[in-house]
């Protein structure tokens, strides 16, 4: 059997997947080795190639039958998978500024190696989950996660631009000032920006400007007790409860969203909208009712915007090495 691996790689942990011609995914859950990426690329190289073979032998297939391999990681990174030289920050190791992880993980394996930043990824899965193989579609991804990362498909081919900061949606700013219930709040990202999408769609969004915004207005609120990083990953799982501060934190995020969407519609004339990571994984019902926000967020469109569908991503945990995996199909598709 002739597969291609996906390759996805965090600060801490690699998750693998493989797929054959058909794009049939041969491992179902997460299939996960330690990626000491701190130890730097020659240590982290090695445990890639040890991971695949454990991958491999958990598919039940040869590591020889393996053709090619995608690999997505966080950035910055340029389009063909050369770390900035000015640093990472999951890849802390000095020898991993400028370092071509696609070039060395190629020569390690003795396979061709493709390559895509870990939202791009997602994004590509995403895409693939709702419009199957060779489509022509386009759609546009907004992963909610500590920060935010998304990715634009356009046509079916992933923008990744030179630079490699394509689809890069998480710093484009919306007018958040529109947002009910947000006057007086003031954004701030860690890029330097004020009011752009990660600023109020990232878990790290929440704990610097949503919750401390609206905490003030629910006195005696149980998070208020707690040290600002550790209330912000309780919100998800109060709203998800019903809690009413917390739903106001996710509204917000929603309707930030809304708007963003709107930029994005207006641009592309999408055929999908697509939301995924930590922010919805919760249950349907929150699911459906983010879904709900975000639509409620939009300004007017036009009768044939507004039917472009939201869809959340499936196999959220999974979703970077499946879209790695998928990008790898083209080095091997005659
Ligand atoms: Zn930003």
Redesign the pocket.
């Known amino acids: 059997m002739q597969v291609v691996a996906g390759v996805d790689l965090g600060g801490t942990a690699i998750n693998y997947t493989l797929v054959n011609r058909q794009g049939q995914f041969l491992i179902a859950g997460l299939c996960e080795h330690p990626a000491l990426s701190k130890q730097g690329p020659e240590v982290c190289l090695q445990q890639i190639a040890d991971g695949l073979k454990i991958a491999s032998d958990k598919a039940g297939v040869l590591l020889s039958d393996v053709l090619a391999v995608g690999l997505d990681t966080p950035g910055p990174a340029s389009a063909g998978g050369q770390f900035s030289a000015r640093g990472s920050t999951n890849f802390v190791h000095p020898r991993w500024a400028g370092f071509d992880i696609r070039e060395g993980l190629a020569h390690k394996l003795g396979k061709p190696v493709s390559y895509l930043n870990d939202a791009n990824a997602a994004a590509l899965w995403g895409h693939y989950s709702i419009f199957g193989a060779g489509s022509r579609e386009t759609s546009i991804s907004v992963v909610i996660g500590t920060g935010n990362g998304g990715g634009i498909i356009l046509e079916g081919i992933v923008v990744k631009s030179k630079n490699g900061f394509g689809g890069e949606l998480?710093?484009v700013l919306i007018p958040y000032q529109s947002i009910a219930g947000t006057a007086g709040i003031k954004p701030l990202?860690?890029?330097g920006?004020t009011g752009?999408l990660?600023?109020l769609c990232s878990l790290t969004g929440i704990e610097r400007n949503i919750l401390p915004h609206f905490l003030p207005r629910y006195p005696g609120h149980e998070l208020a007790k707690l040290d600002p990083h550790e209330a912000a990953k309780l919100v998800r799982g109060l709203a998800d409860k019903g809690d009413p501060l917390c739903k106001e934190v996710f509204r917000v995020q929603a309707h930030a969203l809304g708007l963003f969407f709107d930029e994005m519609i207006n641009t592309f004339d999408p055929d999908a909208l697509i939301v995924g990571g930590g922010a919805l994984e919760a249950s349907q019902d929150f699911q459906h009712w983010f879904l709900a926000e975000i639509r409620a967020g939009m300004p007017t469109q036009r009768e044939e915007q507004a039917g472009i569908p939201i869809h959340v991503m499936p196999n959220g945990d999974t979703a970077g090495a499946r879209g790695a995996a998928l990008e790898a199909l083209k080095l091997v598709q005659m």
Do not use: A, K, V
Request: glycine share 12%; net charge negative.
């Open positions: 998480g710093h990202c860690n890029c920006r752009d990660e600023s």
